[in-house]
């Protein structure tokens, strides 16, 4: 069972419900603090002795309400974070600050064949030079060509920073002609056709569709030259 308790923040008054748990030999698989909330998942819980603890806890000063909830607040993170990385087709993965793999997402783990977690990046690209230049770099460096179980790829490095504080990086891996794509679909409006879908808004590109848009009910070829840009 997983309970919440919210209380009045105050020095001590985490230390006095946790105690109440382990008095009644409850085992905890997470508690997560948010004061003035703390999450306590305790599956032996039951609710006969949860009747009793919701007593003794509103009898700790400043506790202001016990209630059950289906899932902890991080748990709950997690089973998104999970859901959203699977979603990816490119392959993710997340590395603390010291370059050891946290997390990767089934894409990977299907390109890499093995879970990838807990171990440091030069062992999963067998490349001690990519691994320390990440490193030396703070994970920032430019898109570069690595290669994965025989596959060339580019990785895109994003690092995660808590306050001036670097503590690891996201990384995703795209194939050579996904980069083309992703240019493509951020520089092209998809929806315009026609004239709408000739970029530009200066003076010569306003005459050149001007005169374009009066010989296109032609019914012959037009040949549009000029200057590359």
Known sequence: ??????????????????????????????????????????????????????EALHAVQGVQEVTVVDILPGQRRRLQLDALLAAMTDPVLAVDGAGRILLANPALIALYGDEPEGRPLAQLFGDDSLHSALLEHSFRLPLREITLKGQALLLDAVPITE???????????????????????????????????????????????????????????????????
Request: charged share 20%; no cysteine; glycine share 8%.
């Open 163 to 229: 306050g001036d504080h670097l503590t690891g990086a996201l990384l995703t891996l795209y194939q050579p002609n996904r980069i083309g794509e992703r240019l493509s679909a951020l520089h092209h409006d998809h929806a315009a056709e026609g004239f709408d879908a000739l970029l530009g808004d200066s003076a010569p590109m306003a005459t050149l569709k001007t005169r374009a848009q009066r010989v296109a009910s032609l019914d012959a070829p037009l040949l549009i030259h000029g200057e590359t840009g």
């Open 1 to 54: 069972m997983r309970i919440h308790v919210t209380f009045i923040d105050r020095v001590g008054i985490t230390q006095e419900v946790l105690a109440l748990l382990g008095g009644r030999n409850l085992n905890l698989d997470a508690v997560e603090m948010v004061p003035p909330n703390v999450y306590i998942d305790a599956p032996t819980l039951s609710p006969e002795v949860l009747d009793e603890l919701r």
